[in-house]
């Protein structure tokens, strides 16, 4: 007669995935932010010329932001795929796993051209070249906030409609996740109509706590029947 058995998934804590890319995001982000001091990271609102003075001037506190965050990244990307593996393991087969891994390989991957474009606006010869810098910064903007919140949002969705799906997560993480995804996918519409910027942080924020709290709630193992 077969007995039930508990077996584990085999991989990486989930949750403490998604608390080390949290905090390496924050630590990257603050001196870089008013939580410091003046002046910080403009905008893509602000003039030429106080984009191209912050970099020229404050290309240490940006050199510390974009290493800490390229951190952050790769505990992201490790989480991303560590979440799809685990509801595949958990008996996910519809397509919102592979929604979701793309969502959150096409995270990391704008995200690391994004720093990347950063890290090469700080050189000299490039530096002091006005027009190359704008063109970099405004290329890292684009990439590291529609870039961010759309696929984001299709990893949202992917993981949130599988886990509600199969009863992995509560209706309500799956309402969190879904009410971000929609943000996400919307915040597209930000290239068009720059007012609507404020979708980008309502994705990445209030998804900080999403992820944590998907990770350490979506379960580590399931029970098969053994012979």
Aim: hydrophobic share 55%; aromatic share 16%; net charge positive.
């Amino acid at each position: 007669m077969n007995s039930p058995a508990y077996i584990t998934h085999k991989g990486p804590h989930t949750g403490i995935l998604a608390i080390l890319y949290t905090v390496l995001f924050w630590i990257g982000l603050y001196p870089v932010t008013a939580m410091y001091k003046t002046p910080y990271w403009p905008g893509p609102w602000e003039s030429a010329s106080a984009i191209v003075n912050y970099f020229q001037n404050y290309g240490g506190r940006v050199l510390f932001c974009i290493t800490f965050q390229l951190g952050a990244l790769i505990c992201f990307g490790l989480f991303a795929v560590t979440m799809v593996s685990k509801l595949r393991f958990l008996g996910a087969r519809a397509a919102g796993t592979y929604i979701a891994l793309f969502g959150g390989i096409l995270v990391v991957a704008d995200a690391f051209a994004g720093t990347m474009a950063m890290w090469t606006l700080l050189h000299p010869g490039v530096l002091e070249h006005a027009p190359t810098l704008l063109a970099l910064y405004y290329l890292a903007y684009a990439l590291g906030a529609v870039g961010f919140s759309v696929p984001m949002g299709l990893f949202l969705a992917g993981v949130s409609v599988t886990g509600g799906f199969l009863k992995l997560l509560p209706k309500w993480m799956v309402a969190f996740g879904l009410f971000l995804a929609v943000a996400g996918e919307v915040s597209i519409l930000h290239l068009v109509f720059p007012k609507l910027l404020f979708l980008v942080p309502l994705v990445r924020f209030p998804g900080f706590i999403w992820l944590i709290t998907a990770g350490f709630m979506l379960p580590s193992g399931r029970v098969v029947q053994s012979r």
